[in-house]
């Protein structure tokens, strides 16, 4: 049996509609594969289900830490892949949504653990990325791992570290070490689709997703998160938007050329996200032609179960 269906791809693309459609005619329960919607507090700035969304269909891993704990690719991993075994031993099919590249294929996949911290090599990275900017660190790791530079964000620091980091203990890029433990592993019976729109359609709808945002209340969210003194965290994590509204808020830019830098990035990070499911062929590229709704594709998509 299929053990899940998942619906990846890039931010407003229309996969939270998409698994619900599917999870309603599959009569079974979503897990989240996003990175960021795992937090609480941050509903509006992630994106996540609504509470209506939320009452229709069963979610796992939204809202499940406060931004300043930590939730990782691993505890992911090993908790989706727990509730897609219960499923299954129901004899339903999961789906799974989401946008994060590396929770998706740590769910289908499994995930490649690496060697162990190395603090010295750590410290002197740190170091070189507080002194010289993270830049650099970024710029060394376009030379070494191409391929994982283009699918992280240019000032994900943690995330440039640890490949740096890995690159200087095995001598082999992160991202070959990763392609070479899917090839060893058993990956999950898993059923792949994104919906593919034309690059400008797909920005307007970023565009329209960020206005929408703000009218619903994105400032009053962050606002809500300083408060409880979550700054520092949002700052770690670098979820879309957070950084930028906080910006505003301190006073150092208009809410106009906020906005305007959040759908810039929030852009630029979509890019990154279609280069990640584009190298993996098992996703199925699903073309969204006008007067096609997603009712006809999830059931296109039941049919190939």
Same mark, same amino acid.
């Given at each position: ?30 897990? $989240?594969?996003?990175?960021?919607? @795992? ?24 809202? @499940? ?13 090993? $908790? +989706? ?18 946008? $994060?590249?590396?929770?998706? &294929? ?28 993270? *830049? ?16 992280? +964000? ?20 992160? &991202? ?10 058993? &990956? ?30 994105? @400032?009053?969210? @962050?606002?809500? %998160?300083?408060?409880? *003194? ?23 830019? +208009? %809410?106009?050329?906020? !906005? ?11 890019? =990154? ?8 062929? =098992?996703?199925?590229?699903?073309? !969204? ?6 009712? +006809? ?9």
């Amino acid at each position: 049996m299929t053990a899940l269906v998942a619906v990846v791809g890039p931010t407003a693309s229309g996969k939270t509609a998409l698994a619900l459609a599917l999870a309603n005619r599959l009569d079974t329960e979503i897990i $989240s594969a996003d990175s960021m919607q @795992v937090y609480r507090g941050m509903e509006i700035g992630t994106s996540a289900p609504t509470a209506e969304e939320q009452a229709q269909v069963r979610h796992h891993f939204i809202g @499940v830490r406060d931004p300043g704990e930590i939730f990782s690719a691993g505890e992911f991993e090993r $908790s +989706s892949r727990a509730v897609v075994k219960e499923l299954n031993a129901r004899g339903k099919i999961a789906v799974v949504v989401g946008g $994060s590249g590396l929770y998706v &294929s740590a769910l289908i996949d499994g995930l490649f653990d690496g060697p162990g911290k190395d603090g010295v090599i750590r410290e002197r990275l740190q170091h070189e990325a507080e002194t010289a900017g993270v *830049g650099k660190l970024y710029a060394r790791l376009e030379a070494v791992d191409p391929d994982y530079s283009a699918i992280i +964000s240019p000032t994900d620091l943690r995330r440039i570290t640890r490949a740096l980091e890995v690159h200087e203990l095995t001598g082999q890029p992160i &991202s070959r070490l990763h392609r070479d433990h899917r090839e060893q592993t058993e &990956s999950l019976d898993a059923v792949q689709v994104a919906l593919d729109y034309p690059r400008d359609v797909l920005y307007a709808r970023i565009n329209a997703r960020v206005d929408d945002m703000i009218r619903r209340g994105f @400032v009053a969210e @962050v606002e809500r %998160l300083l408060a409880a *003194g979550h700054e520092r965290h949002l700052m770690q994590i670098k979820s879309l938007g957070y950084r930028e509204i906080i910006s505003y808020l301190h006073g150092t830019q +208009s %809410l106009e050329e906020a !906005v305007a830098l959040m759908k810039r990035n929030t852009r630029r990070y979509a890019k =990154r996200q279609l280069t990640w499911f584009r190298g993996d062929p =098992r996703i199925r590229s699903v073309k !969204v032609e006008p007067g096609v709704d997603l009712d +006809s594709i999830a059931e296109d998509i039941l049919a190939t179960l």
